[in-house]
């Protein structure tokens, strides 16, 4: 079955940029969507369909896939944006999740 | 106003069943695929089923496969999950989410969930 690698973990500096990575095999041929989800709410996505931002997310959430790896950066991050960021895609019918990554804003 | 609302939730034995339910409004309901989606305590996010829109075909995941049925009452606005044989391991806080429709295939809106706690 279809997997994809998130980090644990992702620090960056306030105001600075951070980038989060799903890795997958030829990832770069699938669609892959950004959920981010804050402590005791349910998911929501921030990125669909590679780089496309739903209405209401931030122009600072941008997103990226090719190869093995899509990435999701927040630029100018800000305390808000601490959140468990996950990675989706679809596989023969089937969603697959990314493991999560915990966005620290330092 | 999209909403979707799960019910049905609580603890239960091992090898005990439960179902869920997910009232949907705000939307034409039979026009979607709809998916549960659970989250065990402190862990990230396991897709558990989808159920096409008109279409009625119905996923699951290999850990579910053969004990989950996944049902929708389009006259009622209702996704359901009935849940037999069920397991430690199927501990988790349920969703249920919308898949968006116009061919990019991710989860518009989610549920607040709904916790399944299965405890001896």
């Known amino acids: 079955s279809y997997e994809v690698t998130q980090p644990l973990s992702v620090s960056v500096a306030l105001g600075q940029t951070a980038r989060i990575t799903c890795g997958g095999n030829n990832v770069g041929s699938k669609n892959v969507h950004w959920y981010q989800q804050k402590p005791g709410q349910a998911p929501m996505v921030v990125i669909y369909s590679d780089r496309n931002r739903p209405s209401g997310i931030p122009e600072r959430f941008s997103g990226s896939n090719s190869g093995n790896t899509a990435t999701l950066t927040i630029s100018r991050a800000q305390a808000g944006d601490e959140a468990d960021f996950y990675c989706?895609?679809?596989?023969?019918?089937?969603?697959?999740f990314g493991g999560g990554t915990t966005l620290t804003v330092l | 106003e999209v909403q979707l609302l799960e019910s049905g939730g609580g603890l239960v034995q091992p090898g005990g069943s439960l179902r869920l339910s997910c009232a949907a409004s705000?939307?034409?309901?039979?026009?979607?695929?709809m998916s549960w989606v659970r989250q065990a305590p402190g862990k990230g996010l396991e897709w558990v089923s989808v159920?096409?829109?008109?279409?009625?075909?119905?996923y699951y995941a290999d850990s579910v496969k053969g004990r989950f049925t996944i049902s929708r009452d389009n006259s009622k606005n209702t996704l359901y999950l009935q849940m037999n044989s069920l397991r430690a391991e199927d501990t988790a806080v349920y969703y249920c989410?919308?898949?968006?429709?116009?061919?990019?295939?991710?989860?518009?809106?989610w549920g607040q969930g709904t916790l399944v706690t299965v405890s001896s």
């Open positions: 989410a919308r898949r968006e429709s116009s061919g990019y295939f991710y989860f518009d809106y």
């Open positions: 705000g939307f034409s309901f039979s026009s979607y695929a």
């Open positions: 989706q895609v679809w596989d023969s019918n089937t969603a697959v």
């Open positions: 159920f096409n829109g008109n279409g009625g075909s119905t």
